[in-house]
């Protein structure tokens, strides 16, 4: 086991070298996570961080029952819902172009849009947290937030920092010259998705417990309407290369058409709203073109941010951008 320790550490160090042989400011080397085989759990020690791990590792994977809205201590109910993180970030986190957590560790902090400043990786969670898990804060030193960190931590075991990755996020979709048809959604969804989802998007229950078996897409358990999954090109990009669940990115059982009315239509649907969305992008010129609420820094319409076509909208802001950078005198050179 030490030796098997030390020849990562080895390994580690060597791919270290390799990314920082040009020094700063050189080409930061590629990981592409579809060819990655992330770490398994069932091989984590029962050490101090070893623990924490598995604690992260079970909030990712039964998150209704370890910190949901049914919790006896009401100091524990922190998620509003009862999903699971790993209901849209498959396999625990690994899943290529199904938001991975695989590498995430190195990735922050960044500069985020929405908040419009350099935020941390806690930061980020608690994003989740309020939005698809409809809930609230993780505080920065709970033992929670502690083990999701140490979690995506160690699944970034052997990813340097900066490391650009393949496979993270989700895999863009072809965006279609046209509006979606939530109408044409409905059918697919009748189709395809209810058989798991449920006729009314309320899911399946797991057999015991809090959670479920398949997760709801709309409704009062639902992500609220300020989440990720309430952005039609995200979800769009997601559900063609992730769904029906055991689908992966690079067998598509779905066409970029059908992923885009579909989830048109799941996103019509009643979800929870989140309060204050205005703060949101407070550089509208770097809200992302399908946010569903304004204000926008454009005078295209809201059914258009929420429906498309997005392309004259896109070429708008691109030029807007361009005016406002060219209009900037007073920015440091
Ligand atoms: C309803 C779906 C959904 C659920 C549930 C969910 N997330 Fe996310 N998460 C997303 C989406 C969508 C993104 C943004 C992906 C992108 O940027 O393309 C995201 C991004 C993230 C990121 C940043 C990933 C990156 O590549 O930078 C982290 C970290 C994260 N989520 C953690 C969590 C944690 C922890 C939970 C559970 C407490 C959770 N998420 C639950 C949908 C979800
Ligand atoms: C065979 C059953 C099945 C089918 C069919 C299916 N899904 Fe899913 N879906 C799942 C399961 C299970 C999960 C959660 C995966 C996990 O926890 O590992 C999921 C997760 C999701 C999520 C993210 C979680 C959330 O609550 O938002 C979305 C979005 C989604 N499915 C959309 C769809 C759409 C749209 C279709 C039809 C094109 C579809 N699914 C078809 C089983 C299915």
């Known amino acids: ?175 279609p010259a046209r509006a979606a048809d939530p109408a044409r959604g409905a059918q697919v969804y009748s189709q395809t998705c209810a058989v798991c989802h449920g006729a009314g998007g309320q899911g399946q229950r797991a057999e015991t417990g809090a959670g479920y078996q398949f997760p709801p897409l709309w409704g009062p358990d639902s992500f609220n309407d300020g989440a990720g999954m309430n952005r039609l090109l995200t979800a769009a990009a997601y559900v063609m290369h992730a769904m029906p669940v055991g689908t992966t990115y690079d067998a598509p059982v779905l066409t970029s058409d059908q992923a885009y009315d579909v989830m048109a239509y799941v996103q019509s649907r009643e979800r929870p709203q989140m309060a204050q969305l205005d703060v949101d992008f407070p550089n509208r010129l770097q809200k992302p073109v399908d946010t569903p609420y304004g204000p926008f820094a454009d005078d295209f319409s809201p059914a258009q941010h929420r429906l498309g076509p997005f392309g004259p909208i896109l070429a708008k802001l691109r030029a807007m951008g361009a005016a406002a950078a060219a209009n900037d005198t007073n920015q440091p050179k």
């Open 1 to 175: 086991m030490k030796l098997f320790l030390l020849s990562l550490a080895a390994v580690f160090s060597i791919l270290a070298l390799a990314a920082n042989a040009e020094g700063p400011g050189a080409q930061t080397m590629d990981v592409d996570l579809t060819k990655w085989t992330p770490p398994d759990i069932a091989g984590v020690g029962d050490d101090p961080f070893g623990r924490m791990v598995k604690y992260g590792y079970l909030l990712f994977t039964d998150t209704a029952n370890q910190v949901g809205p049914t919790m006896a201590d009401p100091a524990k109910r922190f998620a509003g819902n009862n999903l699971a993180c790993k209901n849209c970030h498959l396999q625990a986190g690994t899943q290529p172009y199904a938001m991975p957590m695989t590498g995430v560790w190195g990735q922050f902090p960044q500069y985020r849009p929405r908040e419009g400043a350099v935020t941390t990786l806690e930061t980020r969670i608690n994003g989740c947290m309020m939005r698809s898990m409809n809930g609230r804060a993780l505080p920065l030193a709970s033992r929670e937030m502690i083990a999701f960190v140490s979690y995506i931590r160690w699944l970034s075991t052997g990813i340097p920092a900066g490391a650009k990755l393949v496979g993270a996020g989700t895999l863009k979709i072809a965006m």
